[in-house]
């Protein structure tokens, strides 16, 4: 037998989501895709069992490409939960078979396949009363708003944050942690049926629309854009001189800044250990609300996509993974 026969030399495949070539959901594929190589260093590779879904990830430039060059084919999801199955030599803190959540580094493949890879940092035990569904629909957006309130708002109690797109995965998040914090959260929603639910989840003041007219110049102390790209100049406008403004998407307008004399930020999420597990005691004792809007099993993820909530609820779009056998 030719030695490229032997099953030792065949690549070990998974099934995976994945897109060969620039795009939207209209590249993504259901497919074999080799499996990530065994675990050096402090990375580990897990069992994915949920991979939850930002729509807008294929727009991101760490999606298609690693310190400038091109790494189709990509595999988007970079939220999961999961089982551990196999560690690196320097990896102390998790072993075979350890129920995990985490964050795939964004210019990494991610998780809309059987298995994923990811230095063990990125990781947290995830709790046994959490299911994997509600874990991995959280743990993206939970950990933006909890990085957002704490670290880039400079927010102290009492004071006023303009969220636009409080019904959103992020946008539900951030009310919850600056309502948390004892911020005055005023929320901006297109529709009037979600009124009651973001004013559940903490926010002090609803306004309903694209363009709010009742958003008063330099009314707020800080706002923060949970929709995506294209940060409205009144979002600016809204708040107070030498007050905070935070983009998601992409980085805000200088000039709009300037003009406003506020200061304007992006940033990008960072898994942070301490972060971690304290998202893990909180969905652990009920003490956040995740709201999953739909699931759809990882061969159908283009869909997933595709449908880009279309569903109409509020939370999270997660991909169920089941394991070969099933
Ligand atoms: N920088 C980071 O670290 C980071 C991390 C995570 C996400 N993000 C970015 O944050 C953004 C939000 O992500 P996500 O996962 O929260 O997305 P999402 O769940 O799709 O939420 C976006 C929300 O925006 C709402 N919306 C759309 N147009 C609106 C408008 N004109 N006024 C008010 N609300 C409007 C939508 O509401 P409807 O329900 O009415 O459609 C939707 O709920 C994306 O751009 C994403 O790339 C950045």
Redesign the pocket.
Known sequence: MNIADSPDMQPRLMKALRAHARGGPEQLVYEDAPLPPPPTGSDVCARVTAAAV????L??PETWESDGVDRTPIIPSHEFAGVVFAVGPDVHDYSIGDQVFGLVPFDQDGAAAEVVRLPAANLARKPANVSDVVAAAAV??AL?AMEAVEEHLRLESGQRLLI????????SFLIQFAHRAGIAVTA????RD?VEVVERLGAREVLVG?EPDEVAPASFDASID????GTPEWLYRAVRPRGRVIT??EAPDAALAEAFDVDAQ????SPDAEHLDRLAALLSDGGIEVAVAQTYPLSEGRAAYTD??RA?R?G?TVLEVPTSSE
């Open positions: 930002t729509f807008d990830e727009t991101w993206l957006p933006t636009r797109g409080g019904t959103g995965a992020v946008g901006i929603v297109r529709s979600a694209d949970s929709v995506g790209a998601l998407q992006f940033f990008v999420v880009r909530g109409g509020l999270k």
